[in-house]
């Protein structure tokens, strides 16, 4: 009888506990989840992390918190959600430029861009333009080339990081075009674009939300645009294909993790509701106007891209030389 009253304490036991992870797992969220993002507050990964953000809270009823941990190209912020709890409570707003290209370009970083998270969703994708200070007489690319050769490293260019796609795709420009810009790293777009408006830097490739309201404004002139189209919210910018330089090519796109060991049903969950949000039609024209591309995926879909996208810019490292500075 004694053994048989353990036996049924012991199925009890693992019973409840199965039925408590059960219980837990159709729960989430039952508290607020923390949205982290690796830039500082005003550039285009903030701005796209605040949008979903407000509608997941509305979508899972409970509040979804935007934390801002610049540094490190997002290595900071990727960092604390690489070692968090595995529960889906603590989710990274990711881009081409912190998860495929700096750790192409790190050795040594506290996070494996694909091992140690679980893709959630793709989020969009953008095309970075090229600005130029109202003070650069250049109003077009062929333009621009011409001022940067006749007076070479007289002009530098901000980015939002050493190893930001704004970086990576000024560097190719300056590859393609043999002109010579001095690099000025930021830690996110709203410093950049501050010193930008000023002319402390005279050039930088950005994301179009970060920029249009000053192009718009006459503050910044507008160049080119760096991906296959036009961009909607710029429609009079050139891509740098119509301006005659094909091989320059600087998109960025933005997607969502969470910690690797993350239940599938929690994923599952966070994946429906980004889904949900990306395919508001109120969600889509906000994108759209800011120069986004609404692109949600499945948690697979997005998990092969990433996988992919790291090993080429792996590649396009090791072949054009880049290292940090």
Do not use: C
Not at 198 to 218: E, K, T
């Amino acid at each position: 009888m004694r053994r048989i009253g353990l036996s049924v304490l012991a199925a009890g036991a693992a019973f409840a506990l199965s039925s408590g992870f059960h219980s837990w797992a159709q729960e989430y969220p039952n508290r607020p989840i923390r949205f982290l993002v690796g830039n500082a507050p005003g550039g285009g990964t903030d701005t796209v992390a605040r949008l979903v953000a407000s509608k997941m809270s509305e979508g899972l009823g409970m509040s979804v918190i935007v934390d801002n941990r610049p540094g490190g190209t997002g290595a900071v912020a990727a960092t604390l959600v690489a070692r968090a709890s595995p529960d889906g409570y603590s989710i990274l707003i990711i881009t081409r430029s912190s998860h495929s290209i700096s750790p192409a370009l790190q050795r040594n970083l506290p996070f494996h861009p694909v091992n140690d998270f679980a893709a959630i969703s793709l989020l969009v994708n953008s095309p970075n333009v090229l600005v130029a200070h109202t003070s650069v007489p250049a109003n077009s690319v062929k333009e621009l080339v011409a001022v940067l050769k006749s007076k070479p490293e007289s002009f530098n260019y901000g980015s939002t990081g050493t190893g930001a796609v704004s970086h990576m795709a000024a560097e190719l420009f300056k590859n393609i075009t043999g002109t010579k810009i001095t690099h000025v790293p930021y830690k996110g777009a709203s410093p950049a674009l501050s010193d930008l408006l000023s002319g402390r830097v005279q050039l930088m490739f950005s994301g179009p939300a970060s920029i249009i309201p000053h192009v718009n404004s006459g503050k910044l002139k507008a160049l080119a645009v760096g991906g296959s189209k036009r961009t909607p919210a710029l429609k009079d910018v050139l891509t740098f294909a119509e301006a005659g330089y094909p091989a320059v090519e600087a998109s960025q796109w933005y997607g969502v993790v969470t910690t690797a060991g993350t239940p599938n049903t929690v994923i599952n969950r966070l994946n429906r509701e980004v889904v949900r949000v990306l395919q508001l039609p109120d969600m889509e024209e906000r994108l759209i106007n800011g120069g986004f591309d609404p692109e949600p995926s499945t948690p697979q879909q997005f998990a092969q891209l990433l996988k992919e996208d790291v090993a080429r810019w792996q590649k396009v490292v090791k072949a054009t030389g880049i290292r940090l500075e």
